[in-house]
């Protein structure tokens, strides 16, 4: 009896140790989305689902999605995106502990600094195969494009990292040095080698999510 209480306590132990931490909530969801985990399960998003740092989250064709985090950041995902929260840590009383990395595979967003970004801006990072972004506690859109069979690309756009800042600022990293990006500024990064371009004008990047998102920000060509 002895042996089993304590195979069972050590079990319970594990399960509690392995557990993900809840990272955010899915607000809004226009469409089918779903989330694999660190370990590969597979399951279906919809409103109040919860997300977990370690997830990978997908977004079907036609459908975006409003992710809030624990720290009040968002991510407004577009249709047929695909990113991964690498790592995901907050606790308002210990801001010595926060961390977010991020990596967009394809597709576009919109992101909305958090308490943490605006308090640890050094410790968000949102990785693509472009470049790195930075911050300086903002609002940014992103758009990657593979040239591969992207879904709702916007019009025009040339493969690669496309990226608006609508307030703050953020920074660009990649083999080629560091960028800075202020409000109003446009800019296209075609691989990690290259340096980026910057633009006052919107070369073709699109993000108009329903009206049911309430969204103040978005994006026409």
């Given at each position: 009896?002895?042996?089993?209480?304590?195979?069972?306590?050590?079990?319970?132990?594990?399960?509690?140790?392995?557990?993900?931490?809840?990272?955010?909530?899915?607000?809004?969801?226009?469409?089918?989305?779903?989330?694999?985990?660190?370990?590969?399960?597979?399951?279906?998003?919809?409103?109040?689902?919860?997300v977990?740092?370690?997830?990978?989250?997908?977004?079907a064709?036609?459908?975006?999605?409003?992710?809030?985090?624990?720290?009040?950041?968002?991510?407004?995902?577009?249709?047929?995106?695909?990113?991964?929260?690498d790592?995901?840590?907050?606790?308002?009383?210990?801001?010595?502990?926060?961390?977010?990395?991020?990596?967009?595979?394809?597709?576009?967003?919109?992101?909305?600094?958090?308490?943490?970004?605006?308090?640890?801006?050094?410790?968000?990072a949102?990785?693509?195969?472009?470049?790195?972004?930075?911050?300086?506690?903002?609002?940014?859109?992103?758009?990657?494009?593979?040239?591969?069979?992207?879904?709702?690309?916007?019009?025009?756009?040339?493969?690669g990292?496309?990226?608006?800042?609508?307030?703050?600022?953020?920074?660009?990293?990649?083999?080629?040095?560091?960028?800075?990006?202020?409000?109003?500024?446009?800019?296209f990064?075609?691989?990690?080698?290259?340096k980026?371009?910057?633009?006052?004008?919107n070369?073709g990047?699109?993000?108009?999510?329903?009206?049911?998102?309430?969204?103040?920000?978005?994006?026409?060509?």
């Amino acid at each position: 009896m002895r042996i089993a209480l304590i195979l069972a306590a050590l079990l319970l132990f594990g399960g509690a140790a392995s557990a993900a931490q809840v990272a955010g909530v899915v607000v809004q969801a226009s469409g089918a989305m779903s989330a694999r985990s660190a370990s590969g399960a597979v399951k279906p998003l919809q409103a109040r689902s919860e997300v977990e740092s370690g997830d990978t989250l997908t977004t079907a064709a036609g459908a975006y999605a409003l992710v809030r985090f624990i720290d009040n950041s968002e991510l407004t995902l577009k249709p047929g995106s695909t990113i991964v929260i690498d790592r995901f840590s907050f606790d308002e009383g210990k801001p010595d502990a926060d961390s977010a990395a991020f990596t967009l595979v394809k597709g576009g967003l919109r992101s909305v600094s958090g308490l943490l970004g605006k308090r640890n801006k050094e410790k968000f990072a949102l990785k693509t195969p472009s470049a790195t972004i930075g911050i300086r506690g903002t609002t940014f859109f992103l758009e990657y494009l593979t040239g591969k069979g992207d879904f709702d690309p916007s019009p025009g756009l040339e493969p690669g990292l496309h990226v608006h800042v609508g307030a703050g600022g953020i920074s660009i990293v990649n083999e080629a040095g560091r960028f800075q990006y202020d409000p109003g500024q446009f800019g296209f990064i075609r691989n990690d080698k290259t340096k980026p371009v910057k633009m006052f004008t919107n070369p073709g990047m699109r993000f108009a999510p329903p009206p049911s998102f309430g969204e103040a920000d978005t994006l026409t060509p």
